[in-house]
Structure formats: C-alpha cells, structure tokens
C-alpha cells in the first residue's frame, strides 16, 4: 500500500462500518470537543496512567475532560512492563467500583503501549464491557498500540497472554508530546515506524530514511506527517484483518524473536529495541532464503543505528531465546508462525522457520557468541 497523503483524523471501519477515529493534533485543546462527539458528556471517566506520564499530563487531561464530564477519577499504575499484570489490574476494578462506575462510564487511557494495553483490557472485563479511550503518548503507542482493540496483560513474563479485543471509541494523539520522549523512546516507537514501511511500504520505509535528520530532531511537521502515514498503514491492516486471523499477522514483523528476546532479557530492553532486533534477524533469514539481496539485509540493519535502534545484544543466549519463542502465542499447532520479507514493503507469514535458522540470525547479532 502507498501511504502519502497527511490525515488529521481518520476514521478506522470495523466490518465495513465507522468504529472510531484517530485524531492528530499539536496540543490538548481540542480534546474536550471530541470527548463531547463520543458521547462523555454527564457520564463518569477514570483518567487511567503511569507514574511516569502523570506528573507531565495528567492535570491538563483531567482539567480538560472536567469541562464535559460529570465525575473525572484517576488512577495511577506503577510505571515498567512488569506491573503489566492481573493483580495490578484488579486495583483499578476496585477503584471503578468504589466510584460506582457502570456501563455507560468511560476509562481514558493516558500513556504510552502498557498503560493503553491494560486499560483496554480493564475496559473489555469491567461490567462485561465499558467504552474506553485512548490518549497514547508514546511514538510506539501513536503509531501501533492504541490502534487496533488488542488489549492484554502479560501473565508469568509471557507477554500479553491474557487479553481480549476491544475497540476504542477514540483515540486522540497530541503529537507534540513526542518531544519529551527520551531518546530510547523515542527510539523503540521508530522500531515499529520502520516495520511498518518494510513490511507494507517501501516508499514509506524510503521515506523514514530520507527524513532521518528531521525525525530525529522531532521537528512538527515531520512528526506529524510520520504518526499520519503509520496510522494509514496500520489502519490499513486492522481494518482488513480484526480479530488477527490473516493479514494481521504480518504485523508480527520482528515480533517472533523480539517478545523471546524481550522476556529473557527480563524487560531491560525497550519493545521497539527488542523488534529492530527480531526484525535484523528476520531480514538475515529472508536473505539466506533468497528473497532479500545482500544489500538490502544490510541497510536494514544498518538503518537501525541511524535511529537509535540497536543491532546486537548481549547477556542472554541465543537457545534461550529459540526456547522462549516455543512457549509464544504466536506457535500455530505447533509451528512457529514466523513473518519475513519477500521484498522491501512487501511481507508474508511462513511456518517452516527452523530453529538453526533462528539460532544462526541471533548469534549473528549476540556480541557474546560472535564467532
């Protein structure tokens, strides 16, 4: 697909039929007029974050979303990938039901992609379903997480075992606050950035290399033209595909090796560092198969480092990683549902990926087993 015109809002279908938009804007301004259009007027809403985002956003949000609102909660998680879990979500459900929350109340999810996951996940069990929005602000959570309705929790350190799909009624993407991202995280939301161009776009993925020093420097424009198209792409996606039973898939570019790798590095690393890592080994194993060149491999590799993406790891063994790939969702009667690349923007889900494939791509890039 070919992802050139900036939207400012796009309306994402769901069976053909309006579900919720995407807003793109530079500030918080216009939020109270778009929590009026989906319906928060007169009706309770628990502002849900992170110990990290509440101190930069959490009063404006809430001071916003007061002006139509009736009650405005907030309730805070500790920050990290590990309180992604069942036992945090349960303080939430408490709260909600303290604060006599019912069906026709909304969660705001205020945060980057964990903050987002686990109050969708709140959203679809509580009462059987309440609506939810989704204020993402993370480049990673702009362009990937908070499009979609995959909420989860990890369960035991396996990544996002437990979920439930359920679509946002909003999400609303102030893009100016990418720039008090640091640099690592700024980092991990460009990972999926560069996924999203290799495995659908190539003009796109062309297009993030060709902007490279404007990107990052996180100039506006640049930064909304780079939310837009990734929203394009992966609305692209999740509106053919909703439920993850085919195209969907191919999402999981990086992903495979990525989640083994993020677990056995017990979350030290960033998501979108882990995926730029999965996808390096993917791109090797595409070109030891002959659909990539030589060439090709190596500026995707090296592409990462011109974004602040890593192209090697240490501390973990690459076994250890193949045998947690053994234990993802992502196994398919027993074979591993792998994602590689035919071409640069075009990508296919295979199951014959074996694991001294996958061994011979991660000790490529294990600076401890290098030969």
């Known amino acids: 697909m070919r992802s050139e015109k900036i939207e400012d809002v796009l309306v994402v279908k769901t069976e053909g039929n309006a579900s919720y938009d995407i807003v793109l804007r530079e500030s918080f301004d216009n939020l109270p007029d778009y929590l009026q259009s989906v319906g928060c007027e007169g009706h309770r809403v628990c ?20 002006a139509c609102c009736a009650q405005i909660e ?23 039901i303290e604060s006599g929350f019912d069906r026709k ?27 939810f929005i989704q204020i993402p602000t993370t480049l990673l959570a702009q362009i990937d997480s908070s499009i979609g309705g995959k909420t989860g929790v990890d369960f035991d350190q396996y990544k996002n075992m437990v979920g439930a799909f359920h679509q946002p009624c909003l999400v609303y993407s102030n893009v100016s606050v990418l720039k008090s991202l640091t640099d690592e995280q700024f980092a991990s939301g460009m990972g999926e950035s560069l996924k999203h161009g290799l495995i659908l776009d190539a003009g796109f993925y062309e297009w993030q290399i060709d902007h490279m020093s404007e990107i990052e420097e996180r100039d506006s424009a640049t930064l909304l033209e780079l939310v837009s198209r990734n929203c394009q792409i992966k609305r692209y996606i999740v509106e053919k595909d909703p439920k993850e039973k085919g195209d969907r898939m191919l999402l999981n570019f990086g992903h495979t090796l990525g989640h083994a790798l993020e677990k056995c590095k017990e979350f030290r690393m960033l998501h979108g560092e882990c995926v730029a890592i999965g996808f390096v080994a993917a791109a090797y194993i595409s070109w030891q198969r002959g659909l990539l060149d030589e060439d090709e491999f190596y500026e ?42 035919k071409k640069l923007g075009r990508a ?15 000790r490529l890039l294990n600076a401890d087993e290098r030969e």
Do not use: W
Request: hydrophobic content about 45%.
């Open 47 to 66: 502002v849900v974050t992170d110990s990290n985002v509440a101190p930069l956003y959490l009063a404006e949000v809430q001071k916003l979303a007061s």
């Open 74 to 96: 907030t309730y805070i998680f500790e920050a990290g990938e590990e309180h992604k879990t069942l036992d945090a979500i349960r303080g939430l459900y408490t709260k909600l």
């Open 105 to 131: 109340d909304f969660l705001i999810a205020l945060g980057g992609g964990v903050v987002g996951d686990m109050t969708g996940f709140a959203a679809a069990t509580f009462l059987r379903g309440i609506r």
């Open 300 to 341: 995707i590799r090296d592409m990462n480092v011109g974004f602040g993406l890593p192209i090697s790891f240490d501390g973990v063994a690459s076994q250890a990683i193949v045998d947690a790939v053994k234990k993802d969702k992502k196994m398919d009667a027993g074979k591993i549902r792998f994602v590689l690349l």
């Open 348 to 362: 296919c889900v295979d199951t014959t990926v074996t694991e001294q494939e996958m061994l011979e791509a991660l």
